[in-house]
């Protein structure tokens, strides 16, 4: 049973509060006009973490945090990754140490409400790929872009598919995403155009940062290992444009405009308590994709849909529990050619589609590529985005009565420009 | 006509020379026990470019230079890069400047012998992207991997063809290639295994470095001003993987073991002479990826191939003249969804594969496949790679009585490891 570690920070110990000392989700904020730099998320603050180690309360240099990414910090290995966690929680527990709790000065210093900070994205993204590995959404889109008998190929139960995406499209949450250009070709047409995307979507997913650099191969058993932690992630797709370019090399503009990722870096640490099974089976796998402990996650997804009136339309619920590849398992397929992995990469799930009609993943399935609008609370209905919508991506891991939460991962979409290349 | 510009070098000047002052290409070099630094390549010698900026003859900070790879100096924009190649030849040349030439000491410890230097990676790789842009490849590998009636999707002539690969298996020339261990399956079996690549393959290709960012779509006829210079490519590819992953996005692992860079960018101001038409015709193309200048050029490629008992083959021999997009086209495409460009880049023109079976740029489609064993000059074949073999790649534009030569790309592939899990 996990237990709240009770704070002398009120704030961190309210019932459904999402960044209690069990979390200590890794943000970049800036504030009190400092350029942006390492905090921590608990209660309504951010521990700016800089402050501590200038204190002396962490054994690290202060440099690392005065960076806007925990890139810095990541490099350092997992020992130190935990020696920090484990300092945070001495020194903010309710029974813990008094060195900061009994400095007034130092703490308003090391303490900046959540209210007064802007997030920024919280880390330096290396290179990006991104997988494919719910079934539910492999065999829901293969049977839209393809046919159900031709929708999943027979490799995919026994390695991860992926694709590497690009990393200098990824933006941090509140990036506002403006509807691509692209080449795409209209069913009753010869020749392709280029046009603004008509088919522009989100795929709800949750991303895996490397913090350990690997040389060579690595098993799903020791993949685990590298992540540093994990994060929401929106993967923006362009379905019209993906339909005529993917073959035979895959997806490639289609997902290029932007990627969002969430406000906040939840740690391996904190997601321990919330393992669950599920997913691949190993007498199905090569011995290198093979865990033996539960694998994935019991992460509670929520996305909303906001027009640009102003009305919030919760339009999926998932979890992370639906996957078939856990992160680990994606990793350790990612290495198998001796590929070496970098801190800062980041390793997209793919879409999290669920079972059912109500935990769908992407706009391509919940309204089967166009064919079954989507209502909304004002009435209105969606095949794929309309310009001005944002949407919006949430994550709780509820364990027990603790809430270990994500924070947000918000885009808003533009319109296309009149012409993108008088810009 | 190209004239070679006689520097007081007599080396540059040497008939066949492949670094004359018209060449001038960036590497970087280590010599005189100084960590790996940036140097220009003349005649027989490397010019430390730093000493010249030390000695206050071209107008940049000296650290600009002091690092090992271009890209700080690739940031300070095409203005600098011409400016820069403008002092280098009146600095060098016959009748020009005697501020160096006159300063034997100075010119000591500006000119390093190559002969004493050992040569980096001259960049680091941002991300890397690869194309596919030669028709002739695009439908012999296709006709190998499907069928010539589905070699080659309706889309291809119509955009490049391209995905994202990964810059962390970027490696410099002289790296030796480890033969991976991956998931493939026989085609007599019935389930996957995991086993070194029995058909590891390399493919010729001409790479262009981005030098300036971008923000938004970029047309093609604009795009060649951010490409700060050319490298030879050996994108090593293991044909077995991937033939086996790559459905429905395409190649991932099988591309991810290794691609090799050559050791000297080539700038575009010195390839301007060699500018080629041919490719794809403007009708048919979209307005954003047409061109009105020849946009390809001509280099003449070779491959040898040396087993490890020492006797080269020459295994093939093609020109850059017979792409049908050029690397502005590419980049242009790469920008249509608004995806960032970075300083550092790698775009990777595809095999550049000719029309004849004298021109093919990899063994996949020498070899049809293994059907068609390549008789090497020492009696024996290959169908794919075997252990101990060594590919070199060398590419020199010759511009009438000048050299412009791309130094060498090389690599060895070394033996798989007995485990890859206890190395």
């Not at 403006?178 to 209209?186: A, D, N, Y």
């Not at 992540?227 to 073959?247: C, H, K, P």
């Not at 990469?345 to 309204?367: F, K, V, Y």
């Not at 309309?386 to 949430?394: E, K, L």
């Amino acid at each position: 049973m996990t237990k709240l570690i009770v704070s002398w920070l009120p704030e961190a110990n309210r019932k459904g509060c999402l960044f209690p000392l069990n979390n200590l989700p890794y943000g970049v904020f800036s504030a009190r006009g400092n350029p942006p730099r390492c905090g921590i998320a608990l209660g309504s603050d951010i521990v700016d973490a800089a402050v501590l180690a200038e204190a002396g309360l962490l054994e690290i240099d202060p440099l690392t945090f005065q960076q806007p990414h925990w890139n810095a910090f990541m490099a350092l290995g997992p020992k130190v990754w935990l020696d920090v966690r484990s300092r945070l929680i001495a020194l903010f527990r309710e029974d813990g140490e008094a060195a900061l709790r009994e400095q007034e000065q130092l703490c308003r210093k090391a303490l900046v409400s959540m209210s007064d900070a802007e997030l920024h994205k919280p880390f330096s993204v290396t290179e990006f790929t991104d997988f494919f590995s719910s079934w539910h959404h492999a065999f829901n889109a293969g049977s839209l872009f393809r046919s159900p008998e031709d929708a999943v190929p027979p490799n995919w139960k026994h390695m991860p598919i992926g694709y590497n995406g690009r990393a200098s499209s990824v933006v941090g949450s509140g990036t506002k995403i403006r509807r691509p250009w692209g080449q795409l070709k209209h069913p009753d047409q010869i020749e392709p155009v280029f046009e603004p995307s008509r088919k522009f979507d989100f795929e709800l997913e949750l991303g895996a940062i490397v913090g350990t650099s690997t040389n060579g191969p690595v098993t799903a058993e020791d993949a685990d290992d590298v992540i540093f932690g994990y994060i929401l992630v929106n993967d923006w797709s362009a379905r019209d444009i993906q339909t005529w370019e993917s073959r035979p090399l895959g997806p490639f503009q289609a997902k290029a405009t932007a990627t969002t990722v969430g406000n906040w870096i939840v740690s391996k640490f904190a997601l321990e308590p919330s393992r669950t099974g599920g997913g691949s089976e190993n007498d199905d796998l090569l011995p290198y994709l093979q865990v033996h402990r539960p694998n994935l996650y019991d992460i509670d997804f929520e996305v909303t849909l906001m027009p640009e009136d102003g009305k919030e339309t919760t339009i999926t619920r998932s979890n992370h529990r639906h996957m078939y590849f856990s992160a680990a398992q994606q990793i350790a397929h990612h290495t198998t050619s001796g590929c070496p992995m970098r801190v800062g990469d980041l390793i997209g799930s793919g879409t999290i589609s669920g079972p059912t009609d109500e935990s769908l993943g992407c706009l391509l399935e919940l309204s089967q590529n166009g064919n079954r609008p989507l209502k909304l609370q004002n009435g209105a209905v969606r095949r794929f985005l309309d310009d001005g919508d944002s949407i919006r991506i949430t994550g709780i891991a509820q364990q027990q009565e603790v809430s270990i939460g994500f924070g947000d991962c918000n885009g808003q979409l533009l319109s296309a420009l009149h012409d993108p290349y008088t810009a």
